[in-house]
Nanobody
Framework: QVQLVESGGGLVQAGGSLRLSCAAS????????MGWFRQPPGKEREFVAA????????NYDDSVKGRFTISRDNAKKTMYLKMNSLKPEDTAVYYC????????????????WGQGTQVTVSS
């Protein structure tokens, strides 16, 4: 049974930083692209960042480029999202996801999802 468990969310002031983690278990191999998505209050889930299984391909949404950094440690079966210079508009539930295919921005490309972790940025 595949499980993705996010952690590291919380309340932070604008300009602050957080690091999210996503621990994976039950995947038959590390050869999964992984991604971060978020769902702001009252809005649709949206793409944030994605990374290929070796970390050679990385994509960011323009809204987080230069502020967020995605990374992964396959030995620990964990993916990370370092978030700097946080803004109130970054407030959302953040989800990690795993895809058996290539790196993608599309929600439908991902096979497994975590339960999400809340990030709240106060102004």
């Amino acid at each position: 049974q595949v499980q993705l468990v996010e952690s590291g969310g919380g309340l932070v002031q604008a300009g602050g930083s957080l690091r999210l983690s996503c621990a994976a278990s039950g995947l038959t191999s590390s050869r999964y692209a992984m991604g971060w998505f978020r769902q702001p209050p009252g809005k649709e889930r949206e793409f944030v960042a994605a990374i290929s299984w070796l970390g050679r391909t990385i994509n960011y949404d323009d809204s987080v480029k230069g502020r967020f950094t995605i990374s992964r440690d396959n030995a620990k079966k964990t993916m990370y999202l370092k978030m700097n210079s946080l803004k109130p508009e970054d407030t959302a539930v953040y989800y990690c996801a795993a895809a058996s295919g290539q790196v993608s921005r599309a929600i439908g490309s991902y096979d497994y999802w975590g339960q999400g972790t809340q990030v709240t940025v106060s102004s």
